[in-house]
């Protein structure tokens, strides 16, 4: 007989969240978003990061 993992019904579900959806504009975090993707060089950090498909 195949051992099957125990399932618990009053586990908590998993819900798929759209962060993109939560940043409202005028709301902090939106202002940090915007600021690491708009406004800081981050260029530095490049380097460190690059696999076999970047240049």
């Known amino acids: 007989m195949p051992r ?12 798929l ?4 959806d ?3 504009p005028g709301i902090f975090e939106h202002a940090v ?4 993707e708009h406004k800081l060089d981050l260029s530095v950090f490049h380097p460190e990061y690059r696999n076999g498909t970047t240049e």
């Open 22 to 24: 939560q940043l409202q």
């Open 4 to 15: 099957f993992k125990f399932y618990n019904y009053d586990q908590n579900a998993m819900m």
């Open 33 to 36: 978003h915007y600021l690491i």
């Open 17 to 20: 969240i759209n962060y993109q």
